[in-house]
Each structure stands twice: as structure tokens, then as C-alpha cells.
């Protein structure tokens, strides 16, 4: 049997975060995690201009940072707080109840990869600005040839003395507009097989000859761009790890991304606001519609979608107990990955099922409009959520391979 209650330990590590926590998270910060994307908090936000909402967003961060809780794994030296694993696990899972927005995210797995593969002149110039959250970083690794079979990637970083000068282009690159840093991926050896010859450079995004071009999504955001190239040139001291195995050091980073501790939890809080939605919470009329026409139809679907959910809770907990044996998710993080970015949809599908014609309203304005549009715009949104950070069938075909043993198609 096994026990899932805390340590008296874990309890009391437990309270110490929750109390901080409910000091330090501004009530507004609560209210606006309710209507954010069924991805979990800020994943679709309806709010992305909202300079109240992100001014907010940093003072909470102080708070962490106070407590080196923005990188809580990292060494003291460079600004962590040097928690371990299952310390770690604890305060993620308070942050997700409480829908707090974390100190996680793209500078965190970089970080996390500098951490793993980086030389230690790289730690000391990178990780304290990190972990501070001082610069914004994207991510530079699809291209639009190559995204799901990303070792396919064809923009080329050509060695020319003491720097790479890079030619190529990149796409669905989350806030490139708005980054003062990018990681990527770059041929750098085109006679090599595919998964080699390729390097993980560090670059800043004002560099003369890489130029952005923002993206518009279907539900209206614009974080995706498309990232350009034309004899860039950039420091050979940027590359991590190296040269010629960024792949291995991009995996490293995949298998952080794939492994979040929080989606379990996120997912069950928004199937509470589902059911609130539908128990009274609903503008006059469909609450009482959707119990009396939908509900009854409907109650089995929702019903599997929670245990779903604490499946995928589970799925968390067989990632940390890898951790705490000393290893780094692989298999494991694509098998939560795609456990939970179907679940994602089929919760999207539910609400909009269950809400009926509200469920389609788009206006954030609008006093019918559910929960501000999160359900319209989650909808919508979600379709992303299996293509993104590898599609469904990449993580199938790693956990075949890897997970199963089984030859390669």
C-alpha cells in the first residue's frame, strides 16, 4: 500500500510555505488565476496587457526571490535555496494550490540546463540574473521545416574564429518580441547525422542581424513569433556544453520542460471551477440549464475527467520519486506530457459541452460571459497543448523507444 500522507517533516515544511505564501500573494494575483487559461494559471490569460496584473506578478516574485524559492534547487552560491527534491516538490504543489504564479518557466529549464551542462564561468555570468528574473528569455528551436523531428533543424551556425555567424530562421518562438536572451539549437556541422552536428548556443536578442516578427494565435494572443537570422554572429564562449552534442543538451532541457509537478494540480482546480460554474456561479439561466439539461448526460464525463485528473497528479509523483533517486525525467516526463495535454483538451471539451452557447461567448465584457471568457479562449487555446514542446506522437514514439524498448520504426 502505498502512503501519500506527509512526513512530520514534510508537514511542517508544508505549512511554512503555505503561511508564506498567504502572506505574500496579493489578492488580485487569486481573482485573476481563476480566469486564466485551462492550462493552468497564465497559460491562456485574458489579461496579457494588464500592467496592475504583472506589476503585481513582480512583487510577488520579490517575495520568492527573498527566499530563493525562484530556483529553489539552485546552489546558495548562485541565488537558490538549495531545497531538496521532495522539498521542492512540496513547494510546488502549495504554489499550485494557491494558483500562485511561480518563479518557474523558460529561465528556470534554461537555468536548470546551464546548471547540468554549463562551464562554471557560464553559472557565475547567468544563473544570479536568472534566478532574479531580470532578463526575459525565448526559446529557438523550431523551425518551420522542422518542429516535431526537430533534428531536422537547418539554421546554420558556421564557425568564423572566435564566433558562430548564424543564417536560418526560427518559429513559434514564445515572447521573442519582448526577450533580452535566446537559446536555441544550430546546425553546426551539415555533413554530420542529423542528431549530431548540432549545438546549443546562448544569444542575445539584440544582436545586429537577427530581426522578429510576432505571430497572432487563434484566440487572440500574440506571444509566438517567427525569429530571423541573416549573419548574426555570436561568441563561441555562448555555446553550452559541446559542440556538435546540443542535441543531448537540448534533450536535457526537453525532459525539464515535459516534467512539470504543478499540471496535476491545476487541472483539478480548474474541474472545480467547472462545477462551480454549473452549480451556481453561472449568469441567471444557465446554471440551472446546464443541471437540469446537461448535467445528467454530462455527470459521468466530468466524473472521469477528475479521476483523470489525480491520475495525472500521479504521474507527478512518479516524476519526483525519479528525482529523488538521483535521476532526470525522460520517458517519465513524456508519459506525464502527454497524459496531461490530452486530459487538457478533453476538459476543454467537457466545459464547452457542458456550458453550451455560453461556452462559446468571447467578449471578457460581457456579464454572460463565463469566467471571463477562460473557457471560450481556453478552448480555443488548447489545441496547442499537444503540439507544443513536442507533439503527442514525438512522445509516443520516446516512450516506445525508451520507455518500452521497442526498435525504431
Known sequence: MVDFADSPE?????????EYI??????????????????????ASVWPDDEEHQA?????????IERGWTAPGWPKEYG????????????????????????????????????????????????PGLMRGEDR?????????????????QTRADRDGDDFVLNGQKIWTSFADQAK???????????????????????????PGISVR???QINGNREFNEVFFEDARVPAQNVVGEVNRGWYVGATHLDFERSS??????ILLTLDDLRRQIEGEAPAGMAARARADRAPTLRGEIADCYIEGHLARLFSYRVISLQLRGGIPNYEASMQKLFTDVLVQHIARTAMKTLGLYGQLWDTDDPRTPLRARWSRGYVGCVAATIGGGTSEIQRNIIATRGLGLPRS
Open 80 to 127: 537558490g535555496a538549495d531545497l531538496s527534491v521532495e522539498e521542492q516538490f512540496i513547494l510546488n504543489e502549495v504554489l499550485a494550490d494557491f494558483r500562485a504564479p511561480g518563479g518557474g518557466g523558460v529561465p528556470d529549464l534554461v537555468g536548470a540546463t546551464i546548471l547540468v551542462h554549463g562551464s562554471e564561468e557560464m553559472k557565475q555570468r547567468f544563473l
Open 181 to 207: 536572451w535566446l537559446f536555441g539549437l544550430f546546425r553546426t556541422d551539415p555533413d554530420a547525422p542529423k542528431h549530431r552536428g548540432i549545438t546549443y548556443l546562448l544569444l542575445p536578442m539584440d544582436t
Open 261 to 266: 509537478i504543478g499540471s496535476g494540480v491545476h
Open 56 to 64: 503585481l506578478v513582480k512583487q510577488f516574485r520579490r517575495a520568492l
Open 137 to 153: 528569455w525565448a526559446q529557438g528551436y523550431s523551425e518551420p521545416g522542422a518542429g516535431s523531428d526537430l533534428a531536422s533543424l
Open 10 to 18: 514534510q508537514a511542517a515544511w508544508r505549512r511554512e510555505v503555505s
Open 214 to 216: 510576432t505571430m497572432e
Open 22 to 43: 498567504d502572506a505574500h500573494l496579493p489578492a488580485k494575483l487569486r481573482d485573476d488565476a481563476r480566469y486564466s487559461g485551462l492550462g493552468g494559471p497564465g497559460s
